[in-house]
């Protein structure tokens, strides 16, 4: 088991987009209120008084959509002057992030995170939603101007989907090959939502590496993070090509990370709900900042024994209540 020294920081439950992976057609959405979340001096402080002492240097602030939070670059600047802090990070679907790159990059945030699973405008706005007008041109945008910021190398992540998107994987593993991008392509997870598309819900990774083998050729590559990812690079390419295959080659030995909800919740894997400890509260309660850390310490002892089955998701055995636009991913 490695060593668990990485917080995922779900900033909020919303999203701007509803995606079909994340977002069933049929799910009525109840978000938590503003009084519900953990406030920016809250996080700051769980992570200065009870997370960093307890060994973690890693931080990822995701959402729901983290670029909805009000005041989130005061967030970024008050986190990235903690001293202990290694790695700040965001993921993002970066429809908001033309005017916001500029300001996290000088408030101190490492690196970015951007979904994007479609070149193809129609596509992206089938897979996202429809919401009228085309939101791919302002996602663009967003990925240009983080870029043009500073993020370097950039992340893109890409849901592949049977019969939707998984034609557009050379088009979209073209993108490292004149800028240093990282172009990670994720195995759909059928969490309750697999009918909605092609009967074979998901494509294992090692085909996607194949059709990138017979156009290219594939070499071992390296890139700065702390994900699960394969990473590899096309002969000659600035960036690299990665692939997280939770499903085909799962990974939750090699798991890193734990995961603090919008509301409060401390969780030690993505979609176990059984174990977890409620630090907002207690926090509020004024429990004491040994106690708050005993609790943590508890939970990352336990965190070996908590097994994620992939067999039993989408099934009614109570392993999770949350869309994965809630989860924060």
Same mark, same amino acid.
């Given at each position: ?8 920081? %779900? ?17 009525? /959405?109840?978000?938590? /209120? ?23 240097? &890693? ?55 951007? %979904?994007?699973?479609?070149?193809? =405008? ?12 085309? *939101? ?63 009967? *074979? ?8 590496? =194949? ?10 590559? =390296? ?14 390419? &600035? ?34 709900? %059984? ?12 429990? %004491? ?7 943590? &310490? ?32």
């Amino acid at each position: 088991m490695n060593k668990v020294d990485y917080l995922r920081i %779900s900033l909020i439950d919303r999203c701007n987009f509803r995606c079909r992976y994340c977002v069933p057609d049929d799910a009525e /959405l109840q978000y938590l /209120l503003t009084p519900e979340l953990l406030t920016n001096d809250e996080i700051v402080t769980l992570l200065r008084e009870v997370f960093i002492p307890t060994g973690f240097r &890693k931080f990822r602030l995701t959402g729901g959509e983290p670029l909805l939070r009000p005041n989130l670059v005061e967030l970024v600047a008050a986190i990235a002057q903690l001293p202990e802090v290694e790695d700040l990070s965001m993921t993002t679907n970066a429809f908001l992030l033309e005017n916001l790159a500029a300001d996290l990059y000088e408030a101190g945030l490492n690196r970015l995170n951007i %979904s994007l699973d479609s070149l193809n =405008q129609e596509t992206f706005d089938q897979i996202i939603g429809n919401y009228g007008k085309s *939101r791919w041109e302002p996602t663009w945008r967003g990925i240009l101007a983080a870029y043009d910021a500073g993020f370097n190398p950039l992340k893109l992540n890409v849901v592949v989907i049977p019969g939707v998107n998984d034609h557009e994987v050379l088009d979209l593993a073209a993108l490292t090959l004149e800028r240093n991008w990282h172009v990670r392509f994720i195995e759909f997870m059928p969490i309750g939502n697999g009918e909605l598309f092609d009967e *074979r819900t998901w494509i294992p990774s090692e085909e996607l590496r =194949q059709r990138i083998r017979k156009k290219w050729g594939l070499t071992e590559g =390296q890139i700065q993070g702390n994900g699960p990812a394969d990473v590899f690079q096309i002969p000659g390419a &600035k960036g690299t090509v990665g692939f997280i295959s939770q499903m085909s080659e799962c990974f939750c030995d090699r798991c890193n990370r734990m995961r603090l909800s919008a509301d409060g919740w401390l969780r030690p894997c993505l979609l176990n709900e %059984s174990d977890q400890i409620d630090l907002k509260s207690a926090l509020r309660s004024n429990v %004491s900042t040994e106690v708050l850390r005993d609790k943590v &310490k508890y939970l990352l002892e336990i965190k070996p024994d908590v097994n994620f089955k992939l067999r039993d998701m989408g099934t009614d055995q109570g392993q999770y209540s949350r869309t994965m636009s809630q989860i924060g991913g």
